[in-house]
């Protein structure tokens, strides 16, 4: 009779190394022990959010200020207001924010911004000044006159780094993937005096050249010891 193979034990989340990761891409991953993989996602994410963020100017990741944005509405929630009609106008800016506390003076700019404020005045965060900032539409309007796609192709960029590091906070919160059949091998059941039938474990070569084990009838293995001589 065949034995299936043992369920694997449920798997438990790992909630700080999750949190973590979603900080600083692969800091979890390095706290779990996977250095290497923490270090390689680090490098690219970051890597491909800044280059995207040189490339637009350091001008394509903020939220735009509602008051002074079209009315949008939805057909169930009705017309929007405050922070849902900004997200509305921008929606880029959810993937953005997925890269962690890079995106998160666009956050604080969009929070502390006053839009009565006079815009030559001093910044709302003096350490950011428009670092972020939502630019004006005369700034935005000059970038987007060449004739090149350089400006969309950098937000793009952006949105692709956030959008990753959401599956680099998936793969440290349910951690590597492991095939369960390395992991939890087939074991036989125990055997019983007077079982006629019961399995034994022989021998079986694997592709590796090692041996794994495999189930055989009890009364084939005795017959087999019974011609090379054995009792």
Not at 187 to 199: F, K, L, T, Y
């Amino acid at each position: 009779m065949a034995t299936p193979p043992l369920s694997p034990p449920a798997r438990k989340y790992d909630w700080p190394a999750a949190a973590l990761s979603y900080l600083l891409p692969g800091l979890g991953q390095v706290l779990q022990g996977r250095v290497g993989k923490g270090v390689m996602f680090f490098v690219c994410l970051y890597g491909l959010f800044f280059y995207g963020l040189w490339m637009g100017q350091r001008l394509n990741v903020w939220l735009p200020e509602p008051s002074k944005l079209p009315d949008i509405g939805l057909p169930i929630l009705g017309r929007l207001s405050g922070t849902p009609k900004a997200l509305a106008h921008r929606p880029q800016f959810l993937l953005q924010v997925g890269i962690g506390v890079a995106a998160w003076p666009s956050v604080v700019q969009y929070v502390a911004h006053d839009p009565a404020a006079d815009p030559a005045g001093p910044a709302a965060v003096p350490f950011l000044k428009d670092y972020m900032l939502a630019p004006s539409e005369t700034k935005l309007n000059d970038l987007q006159r060449p004739t090149t796609t350089t400006f969309e192709l950098a937000w793009v960029f952006t949105v692709i780094a956030g959008a990753l590091n959401l599956l680099v906070v998936y793969d440290a919160l349910a951690g590597p993937v492991v095939r369960d059949d390395e992991e939890y091998p087939p074991v036989a059941p125990p055997r019983r005096p007077g079982d006629a039938g019961a399995a034994v474990v022989a021998p079986r070569p694997n592709p590796d050249g090692e041996s794994a084990a495999a189930a055989v009838p009890e009364p084939a293995a005795a017959a087999t010891a019974k011609k090379a001589g054995g009792p």
